[in-house]
């Protein structure tokens, strides 16, 4: 392993897909799946080769002990690089919440152990963050003398809040599983030996849905959080006249028709 230009022998990311699911697992068990360059790289191509395949659902997972425990310092290179580079280097991070969010499949971040700085962020970008009850979330780049990157500024305050933000944040406050869902920084949480059932069971249900709609909704939800109420009322129109005239959606309307006419018969 050269550690003074980021790599490792051998891929960090492991990549399978098979009936529109997308599995990426990061790669790197023994540093506890900390990032480094070329995982932020080969991460970027696997995310990229899920959507050209057309993958309905990404689950982004670690191997190992942990999800991610953040930058791996240790593969930081030594000195005082430019400018440049070091910018190069942090954009091609926020990058991957740039292609995360925008993918069109829905993204569920399956989370066990650590997932601190970097780590965090990663799953933060996830339609889905589906957590452990012991996993632990943080950020401790203020406490190392660093800065957050990834959006992370931006989103951590949506979810849960200014005043707990900054408690995470400044402070450097960690919350396990159960507190993230509590506090709506999770959507899910489940015990370490159900994580991956409910993770399946969760890709599952969305990939069952209508393609267009799943990626309407993504849509208009990302446009909608950081957006002001009119264009958000305009995205809607565009969003839901492309769903209605897609093939899918009378098939969907005669199934929730026929579902809805069975439960109205069971209540009678």
């Given at each position: 392993?050269?550690?003074?230009?980021?790599?490792?022998?051998g891929?960090?990311?492991?990549?399978?897909?098979?009936?529109?699911?997308?599995?990426?697992?990061?790669?790197?068990?023994?540093?506890?799946?900390?990032v480094?360059?070329?995982?932020?790289?080969?991460?970027?191509?696997?995310?990229?080769?899920?959507?050209?395949?057309?993958?309905?659902v990404?689950v982004?997972?670690?191997?190992?002990?942990?999800?991610?425990?953040?930058?791996?310092?240790?593969?930081?290179?030594?000195?005082?690089?430019?400018?440049n580079?070091?910018?190069?280097?942090?954009?091609?991070?926020?990058?991957l919440?740039?292609?995360?969010?925008?993918?069109?499949?829905?993204?569920?971040?399956?989370?066990?152990?650590?997932?601190?700085?970097?780590?965090?962020?990663?799953?933060?970008a996830?339609?889905?963050?589906?957590?452990?009850?012991?996993?632990?979330?943080?950020?401790?780049?203020?406490?190392?003398?660093?800065?957050?990157?990834?959006?992370?500024?931006?989103?951590?305050?949506?979810?849960?809040?200014?005043?707990?933000?900054?408690?995470?944040?400044?402070?450097?406050?960690?919350?396990d599983?159960?507190?993230?869902?509590?506090?709506?920084?999770?959507s899910?949480?489940?015990?370490?030996?159900?994580?991956?059932?409910?993770?399946?069971?969760?890709?599952?249900?969305?990939?069952?849905?209508?393609?267009?709609?799943?990626?309407?909704?993504?849509?208009?939800?990302?446009?909608?959080?950081?957006?002001?109420?009119?264009?958000?009322?305009?995205?809607?129109?565009r969003?839901?006249?492309?769903?209605?005239?897609?093939g899918e959606?009378?098939?969907?309307?005669?199934?929730?028709d026929?579902r809805?006419?069975?439960?109205?018969?069971?209540?009678?």
């Open positions: 392993m050269n550690s003074d230009h980021g790599r490792q022998s891929p960090t990311i492991e990549y399978a897909a098979e009936a529109g699911v997308a599995r990426i697992a990061l790669n790197r068990p023994s540093r506890l799946n900390a480094i360059p070329q995982l932020v790289r080969e991460l970027l191509e696997a995310i990229e080769q899920a959507d050209r395949s057309g993958a309905r990404i982004l997972s670690g191997r190992g002990r942990s999800f991610s425990s953040g930058y791996d310092l240790k593969h930081e290179v030594v000195g005082s690089p430019p400018d580079e070091r910018t190069e280097r942090l954009s091609r991070i926020q990058a919440t740039t292609r995360l969010r925008n993918s069109p499949s829905c993204v569920i971040a399956q989370v066990h152990g650590y997932a601190l700085g970097a780590g965090a962020e990663l799953a933060l996830a339609d889905f963050v589906v957590a452990a009850e012991d996993a632990v979330f943080g950020f401790p780049e203020v406490e190392a003398g660093l800065s957050v990157t990834g959006g992370v500024s931006a989103i951590l305050p949506r979810l849960i809040g200014p005043a707990r933000a900054r408690r995470m944040m400044i402070l450097g406050e960690r919350v599983g159960q507190q993230a869902y509590e506090m709506g920084l999770v899910h949480v489940a015990t370490a030996a159900d994580l991956p059932a409910v993770v399946n069971a969760l890709a599952e249900t969305v990939r069952s849905r209508p393609v267009r709609a799943v990626e309407g909704a993504k849509r208009l939800l990302e446009e909608g959080t950081w957006t002001d109420l009119a264009t958000a009322l305009d995205a809607e129109v969003f839901a006249l492309r769903a209605q005239d897609s959606a009378l098939a969907a309307q005669q199934r929730f026929a809805s006419s069975g439960s109205q018969a069971e209540g009678a």
